[in-house]
């Protein structure tokens, strides 16, 4: 019998104008998992958090994970999960990934680690398409590798780990409204303006140039996501003014997190982002909307073991 | 009296992923000007290369380029123009860009640089409005400052100057094929499907990594532009035959350069890119499509003086 106990970090997709290709794994919040294997077939899933998680496993992210890591590899076992922390779903700050991740990373762990971190992360992968019905790595890749990840491209998966510049702190809501990642992406437009496409790039372009030259003048003013939050906004009351409250107070740029309904503030200074975190959670409570508000560090981190033995 | 003689340099616009925000300067090939400011109000254009250009000013690019300089500082003057070396417009690596940054570049020095490097752009700007009828800084940024520029954004413009990692080489071939900007822009749909832009989006990012990080391998992945060479190539005769040739050769990537019809492959070796001239050479020549080869090193120089009197 082996056993792992795995940390996987929440994370924040999108970064704002990197739709679908940049994402940043946070610091301290996120899933625990531990994982025992044993001789046999079979999957188990123990949840021992408060957090209401669908009884049927099939349901559940870890086991597509688990499953296509024991494929690839080529082994059969008896694999017992207790899930012992867990990010609530629907939060927007990569929920499913962290979970994931988690599963993905420690299974590597478990067996000596037969595949390379970009594999680890195309295995998580699973449980995000079991989530949202699509290979997403915006989230899973910052959960299993830590930093700002960029995602150049899916065929085949090429992921580049950008160090995070200095201290990036980020305040993040989680207004207790429900919007659907299927929601977030049916109100997307299939077909975008040109010189829009191009104001995103350009964009892109400006925020990897800004992670690394620590331009974080730059960074802020790249942050800017003219394809999904013009429409998606609209699910996040009072948007608008609550970016300008938070710039007002320092942030380098508030986003929505991923498809929200959380709603992220980068800053470089803690002070700054206990500011923005403050100014959110007003925002909200004024108008009757149950939230959370997390002030953390962008992390270097990604998965970890917390506890091994054999 | 005071004369100036300016260098400018050609330039490649795009650079694949990069539609509209990259642009790099080329080493040695470029357009030469002269410039001499005296008392009076008036301006002149003379063109002593063998390059037809139109005789009457008003469509010349150094005209809206010297007056919007004058007229920026708030001051008259007589300014007469030589025209020296000149390349040949409709080549594709920025002619028109080269004049108008020299132009601007020489202005600004005559009058002891009262404007700063991204003003000299927006100057030189001018004279890419009336060569094609819109404000593009892809050219002229590099063909001011030197090295691979990102255009973030143009409200207001917003310039990121890259340095060229180590030894970067183009060659470069300008087929004899009739392709205006204007054409070449026509092609183009006004809406673009939103997975494809993330693909562009993607690899826009991974361009820029791959310059920071010095990865060369990345650079030539990311160098796919999923959006207007699938339209433009067929201006382009056997373009997708070429480009295999070219990329066995060694070649990081093969794109249009700019709007056509010029094509340009980036290599790491100037060896290689003399195998990708001779390869791009022998295409056309096969085709009976006259043409002209360039192998030039990518610069970290943009526009300078080659001689300065008072």
Redesign the interface.
């Known amino acids: 019998m082996r056993k792992v106990r795995v940390f996987a970090p929440a994370s924040i997709a999108n970064m704002g104008?990197?739709?679908?290709?940049?994402g940043l794994a946070l610091d301290e919040v996120g899933d625990i998992i531990e994982i025992v294997q044993s001789e046999g077939d079979g999957l188990t899933i123990t949840n021992k958090t408060d957090v209401p998680l669908p009884d049927d496993i099939e349901k559940n992210v870890i086991t597509p994970v688990v499953r296509t890591f024991l494929k690839r590899i080529g082994k059969k076992a008896q694999i017992d999960v207790t899930i012992c922390e867990k990010i609530y779903p629907g939060s927007g700050i990569g929920s499913s990934a962290a979970s994931s991740a988690a599963a993905a990373y420690g299974m590597n762990e478990l067996y000596g680690c037969p595949l390379t971190e970009e594999e680890v992360v195309e295995v998580a992968m699973e449980g995000e398409n079991l989530a949202s019905g699509g290979y997403h790595a915006d989230n899973a890749a910052p959960a299993v590798m830590g930093g700002i990840i960029?995602?150049?491209?899916y065929e085949p998966l090429?992921v580049?780990k950008?160090s995070v510049p200095g201290n990036f702190y980020c305040a993040v809501i989680h207004p207790r409204i429900v919007v659907t990642t299927k929601e977030a992406r049916e109100i997307?437009?299939?077909?975008?303006?040109?010189h829009t496409?191009?104001?995103?790039?350009?964009?892109?372009?400006?925020?990897?140039?800004g992670l690394?030259?620590s331009d974080i003048e730059?960074v802020g003013?790249?942050m800017k996501d003219v394809?999904a939050e013009p429409y998606r906004k609209q699910f996040i009351p009072g948007f608008d003014e609550l970016r300008e409250k938070v710039l007002a107070a320092g942030a380098l740029a508030m986003n929505i997190s991923g498809s929200g309904p959380s709603v992220f503030a980068l800053c470089n200074h803690k002070d700054k982002a206990d500011a923005a975190g403050k100014i959110m959670g007003e925002h909200f409570d004024a108008l009757g909307i149950k939230n959370e508000v997390y002030v953390v560090k962008v992390s270097n981190k990604g998965a970890k073991l917390t506890r091994v033995s054999i």
């Open positions: 104008c990197g739709f679908d290709i940049i960029l995602i150049r491209g090429d580049v950008i997307l437009p299939k077909q975008v303006p040109l496409a191009i104001t995103q790039w350009g964009n892109v372009g400006g925020l990897v140039a690394f030259t730059l003013r790249s394809i």
